[in-house]
Every structure is written in C-alpha cells, then in structure tokens.
C-alpha cells in the first residue's frame, strides 16, 4: 500500500485578502499532501473562480489518503459571519478569521491533522473588532499552552526571533537572560528535532549597533546577551555572539551557521526578505506540531484580481511536508 499523505489543515487567512486565492492556487499544485481547507467555502470557491482554477472542494470525513489530484482538496467549513467583498477589510468577519485558527490549531492537538498552513491575517482589523491579537505564532502558543519561537526559513538562511511582534521601544526591557536562554533552547532543540541538524551552529546578534561597541553603544551585550551565552554553551550548544548585525550577514558569514538569532523583527528580516521574499516560510518553533506560513500580508491590493504570487503558500506547504516526513 502506498504511504498516508500527510493531512495538512490549510487556514484561509483574511477572507478579504488574498489568502483564498493562495490557497486555490495551493490547491492547484502537484504537492503530495492532503489539504483540508478550513474557512468559509463559498469564500474559497469564489477565489478559485476569479483565478480560473476549477477546484473541486469535498467536505472533509477525517480519513487519510495516499493520493490527491490537482485542483482538488477538502474542506471544513466555517462560515463567515458576513460576505466577504475582496480588497474591503469588515470587523465583523475577525471572529471568523480567529475561529479558522483556533479550530486548526485544536484539530492538530487532536491528531486530526499532521500539520498546519496559514494563510495571511489582517492584525489590525482584528483587534479594531475588539479582539486582542498579535499574530499567529503568539496564537498558536497560547492555544497549545506552550513556549515557541519565530523561525523564518529562505534558501541559505534562517532567522528566529527573540521579539516578535513589540514596539521598538519596548524591545530593550524583553530580551533579558532568561528569555534568551528560553528561546536558544527552542530553537537549537527544534533545528535537531524539525530539521535534522545534528549541532546546530547559531549566530547570535547584538541588540546595539556594533554589538554595544564594548559597552560605549549600550552595556545589553556585555550584561544581557552574553552571559545568556554562555550558559548555553557550558551545555553544549554551539553560539557565536554576540554579533554586529551589520556585518553578521555577510555571505562568507552565512556559510558559516545553521541558523541566526535577531533581537527584534526588524532587525533579521529585512535581511531573510531582501534574499528570499516569495521563497521563505515563517515556522513557529516549540509547538507539538508543525506550523508553517507565508512570508507577506494581505495585500488587500491584490484580492480579487487573480495576480497573488502564490509561490511562498506553496513553499510553506513543502516545508510543512518535510518536517512532518521527519516525524519528530
């Protein structure tokens, strides 16, 4: 008998966004995984139209499968609470857009899927609807009662995140030893566990610019991130750091680690997107599942025109595939 696929729930995202499209256009693919849809389906089969793909969407009956053809895939429905118009952002589908994750997220815990794929949310139409939000991968930690960390992964490069979604100003008070330590921990553990890496080597950036410049840019290096370090390193872990974030990048640099450790978001993914925009994947780390997502937004622009570049749900899907081949 041929292998299970492996069932991927696959969130709609925005409904007014472009994330139906994406997943239509998924759908479309050759990808040898079993897609479970999960978000409105008329929604979805709109999407489709206006792409021109013809998909076939069957409910979901929780069996695994050893085949899928292309422009077919399942779906659980969940109805938006108003129809969706492309390119118009309304609050009161934002409960639907949370109801999508969390019904994702529980499937997964449950063994109901191997993994998950999600597409793009609006955070801000969220939260005007009186929904605190801050992203996916906060989400996904409090629904799982877990510690997790950001991991976005472009070919030659992965950056992970000791801050995800802070103000600026704020980031300073939240990188502290503990917290470094809690998040080195999970990602040198899910490099093992995720990515077959049997010694991850991590470079780890400074939070000042020239990493403090011994203590003359701001003393967190000395006093926060290297102490951080070298605790970890008496267990075993290979770290470089704490480096100039502008140097750290370099290509005869990045040849050199496995993965790289920003101190807050702006400061390691510009860099990731600038290489790899379209190609890289968003990987939330320390979950007891695997989750993967797109790279980009929205792009309100771009619903309903049937141009969505449909190439980083569809890298997320491949990677999705291989950490759940790994079985870890």
């Not at 292998?3 to 693919?29: D, H, K, N, Y």
């Not at 003393?219 to 102490?227: F, H």
């Amino acid at each position: 008998m041929s292998a299970w696929l492996p069932r991927l729930a696959v969130t709609l995202g925005e409904p007014a966004g472009i994330g139906p499209e994406i997943v239509a256009a998924l759908a479309a693919s050759p990808l040898a995984a079993d897609l479970i849809a999960i978000g409105d389906r008329d929604v979805l089969a709109r999407a489709a139209a206006a792409r021109g793909i013809a998909l076939a969407i069957d409910a979901d009956d929780g069996q695994w499968r050893t085949e899928r053809a292309p422009n077919t895939l399942r779906s659980i429905h969940v109805p938006a609470r108003v129809p969706a118009t492309p390119g118009r952002l309304d609050v009161r589908n934002a409960p639907y857009v949370v109801d999508t994750l969390a019904r994702a997220a529980d499937g997964c815990l449950e063994g109901e899927f191997d993994g998950v794929v999600t597409a793009p949310v609006h955070k801000g139409v969220i939260n005007d609807a009186g929904v605190p939000f801050t992203g996916h991968t906060e989400f996904f930690a409090e629904r799982a009662r877990c510690d997790v960390a950001m991991l976005l992964v472009a070919p030659g490069l992965r950056v992970a995140l000791a801050t995800t979604h802070l103000p600026l100003a704020e980031v300073p008070a939240a990188v502290t030893p503990a917290a470094l330590v809690r998040i080195l921990r999970i990602v040198y553990n899910d490099l093992r566990r995720r990515f077959g890496i049997d010694a991850p080597r991590i470079a780890v950036l400074g939070l000042n610019p020239h990493a403090g410049e011994g203590g003359h840019l701001g003393r967190e290096e000395i006093d926060v991130i290297s102490p951080a370090l070298a605790a970890l390193r008496r267990e075993g872990m290979e770290l470089d750091g704490p480096l100039s974030a502008d140097t750290a990048f370099v290509p005869e640099k990045r040849a050199l680690y496995d993965a790289y450790l920003a101190m807050y978001h702006d400061q390691g993914l510009p860099v990731l997107k600038a290489l790899g925009f379209g190609d890289s994947v968003n990987v939330t780390l320390g979950l007891p599942f695997v989750r993967t997502s797109v790279d980009h937004g929205t792009a309100l622009d771009l619903a309903g025109t049937g141009r969505a570049d449909a190439a980083s749900v569809i890298a997320a899907a491949q990677l999705a595939i291989e950490l759940v081949a790994r079985g870890a």
